[in-house]
């Protein structure tokens, strides 16, 4: 066995014990602290992870990382100051607009009324609010998991996953700027429409995992309550769904990725989150997300490839120089 091949191999050890390692301090620190829900311990335990495939490996893939990952920092800094930014610009929160739209959808009906007047019980948990739990948690974590596995198989697909994500991320956040939208929680709350409970988080309590709804709780205490449309949680299920479409090969199995954007519109609505108008806008942003970035990255293969073009045209013109050169030299003699 050649030297680096023993290197590689040794290397790949220390990684498998780091790993495992680490894997064993997050059991342990999760059965202390709770599972991390919050996006910022998460996305620490994300990094961290993806640093110890690291070990061993050039510096630059080191720094790699730190750079890679910024994109997603800047979302949630983003985010986070978004409220205080819309306070600043000083547009007046919609309440009544989206809440009329809703009503003339739906026959004169509000889902998220409808829904929780139908299957909610104060008290008393039912078996489907387990994964009404369990799907709008999904939302602090997917795009992030998602992200790390793509970013340590493959980068170009990362790429383009992280491309989708912050311009409609950026778009969304823009939009709570210029345009501050209420939550049916909201209008509830200030009696434009009967009262309804936020309990999409109440299910964990049924597996004996209350931790995740006092992290839920803890973040709506510093999230925008007024950055309803688009609501990013659809648009993030909905973006997972979209760009692994053409992945799966058989062409019925693709409507299984459907599940979970479906399933977290039912859950926003039923959990008076969001209107329903809020869901289909962030799936229409996730759409244009797509379509910016395809073209963009059309543009960029387009242009390396002419760009490659011209390189090999100049080659082969040099050839053609030479080979004349070489050929006149006896014709002259």
């Not at 009906?109 to 007047?117: C, I, K, N, S």
């Not at 939302?139 to 790429?159: D, E, K, M, S, Y």
Request: aromatic share 16%; charged share 20%; net charge positive.
């Amino acid at each position: 066995m050649r030297g680096h091949e023993r290197r590689a191999r040794a290397w790949f050890v220390v990684r498998l014990v780091a790993g495992l390692g680490y894997l064993a301090y997050f059991l342990e620190q999760s059965a202390v602290k709770g599972l991390p829900f919050d996006r910022e311990r998460l996305f620490a335990w994300i990094v961290g992870a993806l640093a110890v495939t690291c070990i061993g490996r050039p510096w630059r893939r080191c720094l790699q990382l730190v750079i890679d990952w910024i994109p997603f920092v800047a979302v949630l800094v983003a985010y986070d100051y978004s409220r205080g930014l819309a306070e600043n610009v000083g547009m007046p929160v919609q309440v009544t607009a989206q809440l009329n739209v809703e009503k003339f959808l739906f026959f004169g009906q509000v889902p998220a009324v409808w829904l929780q007047h139908h299957l909610y019980r104060p008290g008393v948990i039912r078996w489907w609010d387990v994964p009404v739990a369990l799907t709008y948690t999904s939302h602090f974590v997917a795009p992030f998991v998602v992200a790390g596995i793509l970013w340590v198989r493959n980068r170009t697909r990362w790429r383009q996953f992280v491309a989708r994500f912050v311009v409609t991320s950026f778009a969304a956040v823009l939009t709570f700027i210029l345009l501050p939208t209420a939550p049916p929680w909201f209008a509830a709350n200030r009696g434009y429409i009967p009262h309804l409970d936020r309990m999409v988080g109440r299910g964990w309590s049924k597996i004996h995992l209350d931790v995740a709804d006092q992290m839920i709780h803890k973040g709506r205490l510093v999230a925008n309550a007024v950055a309803a449309i688009p609501s990013l949680h659809a648009a993030y299920a909905f973006l997972i769904a979209m760009f692994f479409w053409k992945s799966i090969k058989r062409r019925w199995l693709r409507p299984i990725l459907l599940i979970h954007p479906l399933m977290m519109g039912f859950t926003i609505v039923y959990g008076g989150e969001h209107y329903v108008i809020d869901i289909f806008a962030g799936w229409l942003y996730v759409w244009g997300a797509f379509v910016v970035c395809g073209r963009v990255e059309r543009w960029w293969r387009r242009r390396k490839l002419a760009k490659a073009a011209d390189v090999d045209a100049d080659e082969f013109d040099g050839e053609l120089v030479d080979l004349s050169a070489e050929e006149a030299v006896p014709a002259l003699s």
